[in-house]
């Protein structure tokens, strides 16, 4: 197993460990740092990891020509799986509105099911620019949002909310455009 896939596969691996952090509830103490408890900077130190592999798996199969089809199909779903936990976690803070996390997991459910699809007909389907554009911006609003930032500008919070939800949905969309003919193919 390459370098890549390594990375892109120790992501699935944090998130477990993020959610012992939440569950253990043993890190409730403030810490002095932008207002966060001990267990909210532990979670943003694994996410921000997380999204650190995220980047530097596809730039190392990039430049190391190691790009695999095990790599193609797995980064997308590290990067839901991952996405996933820490909205749900930001929504448990009550820092992230429920409708934005039912957006998010109805877009990766239909996405997935093209993905599904695709695979029946020995295609993968690779994140596209406008897909890729979406899981920076959640990145970085995930990371805002778990620093606490909100706290400073309610604006910027609501602005980050607003770009990453509409990336989620324009990118949705792009997916079933290019490949609505897997979809019109799964029903012959």
């Known amino acids: 197993m390459n370098?890549?896939?390594?990375?892109?596969?120790?992501?699935?691996?944090?998130?477990?460990?993020?959610?012992?952090?939440?569950?253990?509830?043993?890190?409730?103490q403030a810490i002095g740092f932008l207002g966060l408890s001990v267990e909210q900077f532990i979670i943003s130190i694994l996410f921000f990891i997380s999204a650190f592999t995220d980047y530097f798996?596809?730039?190392?199969?990039?430049?190391?020509?190691?790009i695999t089809v095990f790599g193609k199909f797995l980064d997308p779903i590290a990067d839901k799986a991952l996405v996933l936990t820490a909205l749900t976690y930001l929504m448990y803070l009550g820092d992230m509105p429920f409708?934005?996390?039912?957006i998010?997991?109805?877009r990766e459910f239909i996405v997935s099911g093209l993905r599904l699809v695709a695979v029946e007909s020995k295609e993968v389907i690779a994140a596209g620019k406008l897909g890729k554009h979406k899981t920076a911006w959640t990145m970085f609003a995930i990371m805002f949002f778990l620093l606490n930032l909100q706290q400073?500008?309610?604006?910027?919070?609501?602005?980050?909310?607003?770009?990453?939800?509409?990336?989620?949905?324009?990118?949705?969309?792009?997916?079933?455009?290019?490949?609505?003919?897997?979809f019109k193919n799964s029903f012959k």
Request: glycine share 2%; net charge positive.
């Open 104 to 106: 998010i997991f109805l």
């Open 57 to 66: 798996d596809g730039y190392i199969a990039r430049k190391t020509h190691t």
């Open 152 to 182: 400073f500008s309610f604006i910027a919070s609501q602005i980050l909310i607003f770009i990453f939800v509409t990336l989620t949905i324009l990118s949705g969309f792009e997916y079933i455009n290019h490949h609505k003919s897997l």
């Open 99 to 102: 409708w934005v996390i039912v």
């Open 3 to 28: 370098l890549a896939n390594k990375l892109t596969l120790s992501r699935f691996m944090i998130i477990p460990i993020m959610v012992i952090v939440v569950y253990v509830n043993a890190f409730d």
